[in-house]
């Protein structure tokens, strides 16, 4: 068996679990509507690093945080129980920032096309020195 395969496929019943609690089971309000993006577990399995996004504002993130924060003790219990593991690891919630990075370079790239689109001449000037530096 590979060496990380175990942690992997932890992680991913860890996800599947958590999704399925928070969306049924977490009572809080101030969870709010979060989305779980991906789980990395430790490869002693003692940490279990559950990367999250949630819609709105910063405030409506601070409110999710510190409603996970509440929250943590009872998902631990009951991942405990759907899975079976020796040892449940530690939940540590974190802000998946990824996407919205992903969301930034999109709208980068959208904005040079729409750029290039209104100034056509540019194409032509970009062009023109690629091929002076193919000389």
């Known amino acids: 068996m590979a060496q990380g395969t175990r942690p992997e496929r932890v992680a991913d019943q860890i996800r599947k ?21 991906r789980v990395k577990v430790t490869t002693d399995l003692q940490i279990a690093r559950v990367f999250y996004t949630t819609i709105g504002d910063d405030r409506a993130r601070r409110d999710t945080e510190k409603a996970l924060g509440r929250a943590t003790p009872f998902l631990r219990r009951q991942v405990g129980q759907r899975l079976r593991l020796r040892h449940v690891p530690d939940l540590r919630f974190m802000y998946d920032e990824s996407i919205e990075q992903q969301d930034r370079i999109e709208r980068i790239i959208l904005d ?19 091929d002076e530096n193919e000389r």
């Open 17 to 37: 679990e958590l999704s399925v609690l928070i969306a049924r089971e977490v009572q809080d309000p101030g969870v709010g509507f979060l989305t779980i993006t």
């Open 112 to 130: 040079i096309h729409a750029e290039r689109a209104e100034h056509p001449h540019l194409n032509d000037l970009i062009a023109g020195d690629d």
